[in-house]
């Protein structure tokens, strides 16, 4: 086993689960939309890969979905892997480690805005 710091400059975390509405799910408030709308942006601003929006398969906390997590790589870690490449993600590289939740559709472009400037 091999460790090292994170090979992302960002990584953001939805929670895609869909319990079919058998009990509460972050599928009931379309966390896979939120997850393919983040994806895009970052991809269309040419973030990714070095801001990863990644899918989670249930974050525990059902009942308050969506959630989402975002970390982000400290900014003096010296893992030499993934190092930004563009001076805007040097900019936005100081921690976040938030956790949100009650995440709609609507609150896309507010979270856009936010981790990918
Ligand atoms: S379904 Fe999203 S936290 Fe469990």
């Known amino acids: 086993m091999k460790s090292q710091n994170t090979p992302y400059q960002k990584q953001i975390f939805v929670c895609t689960n869909d319990k079919k509405g058998e009990k509460p799910s972050c599928g009931d408030h379309k966390g896979e939309a939120i997850f393919i709308e983040l994806r ?3 991809k269309e601003r040419g973030l990714h890969p070095q ?3 990644a899918q989670a398969k249930c974050l ?3 009942s308050t979905g969506c959630n989402i997590m975002v970390y982000s790589r400290r900014p003096d870690a010296a893992s030499g892997v993934g190092t930004p490449t563009s001076s805007v993600l040097q ?3 100081e921690p976040d ?3 949100y939740s009650g995440v ?3 609150d896309v472009p507010q979270l856009a805005q936010k981790y990918l400037p």
């Open 40 to 42: 895009r942006i970052a």
């Open 51 to 53: 801001i990863r929006i």
């Open 60 to 62: 525990g906390q059902c």
């Open 91 to 93: 900019e936005t590289s």
């Open 97 to 99: 480690n938030v956790w």
């Open 104 to 106: 709609s559709l609507e």
